[in-house]
């Protein structure tokens, strides 16, 4: 039997709008397995149980959902409070099809909220609703994403994803912002949807600009203020001004 963890206490921002009486007993009640993934791919279980059940939720590390799509391929990087529905996309009626690989980064625990999880959660309308905001607030995200795709060049988007990401694993020092992530070219091409090589030599540019800072660790540095206007026509010249200088 896989170890198990009381949700409430590992995400306690799901428990914020059960009435306080409540709580000690949604939290003994809503217990969910443990699984645990070491870096590496990941093949969701894709039983008839999980398929009743509401998913996965991150408790730690990251997880990167790859989709292929004519040989192309775009990365979503998911992180603690996710919530992951793994079969929810597996049709095989759809007319344009992709394939979708997951990877995980650095070590993963996520907690599984199969179909005796959901049973219990009927009780608590409040969990459920914060679960579900979980799941609009990362369409949102994959929506921004998907925006900051149409900027160009490719130092812009660079820019762009860098300060993204920092907004959820960033962390300010007196040098700047510090963004925890190891990525390397090839998962940044997949992040801004360009090709290995255009990303090589558009980080050159932007590192040389003195903005962003791979430090000894392989994590980035992000130096100045996040980019606010992205339409303003000297934005991208910014970036090949600093450059040059």
């Not at 959901?118 to 607030?137: C, D, N, Y």
């Amino acid at each position: 039997m896989p170890p198990t963890v009381k949700v409430l206490e590992c995400d306690p921002e799901l428990g914020l709008r059960v009435p306080p009486e409540q709580v000690d007993r949604a939290r003994d009640a809503l217990v969910a397995p443990v699984l645990v993934l070491d870096a590496g791919s990941w093949e969701p279980p894709t039983g008839p149980a999980q398929r009743r059940g509401l998913g996965y939720l991150v408790l730690g590390g990251i997880l990167a959902r790859d989709v292929v799509l004519a040989g192309n391929t775009s990365t979503e990087l998911l992180g603690e409070g996710d919530v992951l529905q793994p079969t929810a996309a597996m049709s095989d009626d759809r007319l344009v099809r992709c394939h979708v690989i997951w990877r995980v980064v650095e070590p993963v625990r996520l907690a599984a909220l199969g179909e005796s999880f959901a049973r219990r959660l009927g009780e608590w309308p409040q969990v459920q609703a914060a679960l579900f905001e979980r799941a609009i607030r990362r369409s949102l995200h994959m929506s921004i994403h998907q925006a900051l795709l149409q900027l160009s060049p490719v130092e812009t988007r660079l820019l762009v994803v860098f300060w993204y990401l920092a907004e959820r694993w960033g962390r300010v020092t007196p040098d700047g912002i510090v963004l925890r992530l190891r990525l390397s070219h090839r998962l940044l091409g997949q992040l801004v949807g360009s090709q290995r090589a255009s990303v090589t030599t558009a980080l050159r540019r932007v590192v040389e600009s003195g903005m962003v800072v791979r430090r000894p660790d392989a994590t980035w540095l992000l130096r100045g203020s996040p980019p606010d206007e992205l339409t303003r026509p000297h934005w991208p010249q910014r970036v090949a001004a600093g450059a040059r200088g």
